[in-house]
């Protein structure tokens, strides 16, 4: 067992020891192409030459000139602003050319990208581009790497929050490439490698947080309860969520960005009957609110009569009085005002 361990401890430093090499001075694409274009002129005057002579010593390096001279140009690369091409050569990682430029490098270099025919889209969804669709050229452009910063909005998911609550919560996720070399040997496929990081890592944190405040959590890990929860504490969530994506995805050379949370709901099936909680302690409070109004508004009363002497009540009328005030004031309907022309006794 802890030959195993070791074993594994191993590997991933390997992997996060693994550097990207940059290749350097070979934007010389532009000399090479003159060069070949050169060549092949002086190789057609040395077959028109040789012909016209019958001179096999100019025939027959004309010849091979022309047949072999396109060989050089297979080490021809264009990359745009932020793109990068990961090269390998005979199996073997070769370096890898950065910027935008005409570039040449070794011909027998082929570029490598696995996750070339895969595509993120604004929903999430991990897309396989058809094979038999793409062209060799088309190919070899998408064998390019990105270097820009890119959006992954996450579709929704159904998860249970701190106290067993289902909610529905996605997040937007912006990214970019850090190391081509990790990007691209380290994972199978960094794109749906990302995206299931950010799937595992969005429950680890929505499981630690209430959506609402509640009493006794503690989301911090203290041991002390505090008020945090994944309506009033977005931004605290969503940096959690990022931190916890970039811990995961950084064997695999990427840079998260921003993490933001796009959606959050309770789950359609428990939806009806927290909106019928948060109606109940709206009312309750509302309520609690228009008794302690109309309890002040009463003592008010009851002192301006004993301050201006403008009636001397008993008990038994206080207590009368201040029942039809409350009554009056605490009433969901308009009071209908009754007259007594007789006497309370």
């Not at 038999?132 to 190919?139: D, Q, R």
């Not at 960094?190 to 405040?213: A, G, H």
Request: proline share 3%; aromatic share 6%; net charge neutral.
């Amino acid at each position: 067992m802890s030959n195993q361990t070791t074993m594994q401890a191993k590997s991933r430093e390997a992997l996060e020891n693994r550097k990207e090499i940059t290749l350097k001075g070979h934007k010389n694409g532009m000399a090479v192409l003159f060069f070949v274009a050169v060549l092949y002129v002086f190789s057609i005057l040395l077959v028109i030459f040789g012909a016209s002579e019958q001179d096999f010593i100019l025939l027959i390096p004309g010849v091979v000139i022309l047949c072999i001279g396109w060989f050089p140009m297979l080490g021809l690369r264009v990359l745009k602003p932020e793109e990068a091409l990961v090269l390998t050569l005979f199996g073997r990682y070769y370096g890898t050319i950065r910027g935008d430029g005409f570039f040449w490098v070794n011909p027998f270099c082929s570029s490598i990208n696995p996750a070339a025919k895969t595509q993120l889209n604004q929903s999430g969804d991990v897309k396989t581009v058809n094979p038999i669709t793409v062209s060799s050229a088309a190919g070899l452009v998408n064998n390019k790497l990105s270097l820009k910063v890119m959006t992954l909005n996450n579709n929704r998911q159904k998860i249970n929050d701190r106290l067993g609550t289902p909610v529905e919560i996605g997040i937007a996720v912006t990214w970019s490439i850090a190391d081509t070399a990790k990007a691209v040997f380290n994972v199978e496929n960094f794109k749906e490698y990302l995206s299931l990081q950010c799937d595992t890592s969005l429950r680890n944190i929505v499981r630690i947080y209430p959506y609402d405040v509640a009493q006794g959590v503690d989301t911090t890990g203290d041991g002390i309860a505090d008020e945090g929860s994944l309506r009033g504490s977005s931004e605290i969530v969503a940096d959690r969520i990022r931190q916890e994506i970039q811990d995961r995805v950084a064997i695999a050379g990427l840079c998260i960005h921003e993490a933001r949370i796009t959606y959050l709901a309770y789950a359609p099936e428990i939806a009806a009957a927290m909106l019928q909680r948060q109606q109940a302690s709206a009312i309750i409070d509302a309520r609690k609110m228009i008794v302690d109004g109309a309890v002040g508004m009463v003592e008010l009363a009851l002192e301006r009569l004993k301050e201006n002497n403008t009636i001397d009540l008993d008990e038994e009328r206080k207590a009368s009085m201040v029942s039809n005030l409350l009554v009056v004031l605490c009433g969901n309907h308009d009071a209908q005002p009754v007259v007594n022309s007789g006497s309370l006794y």
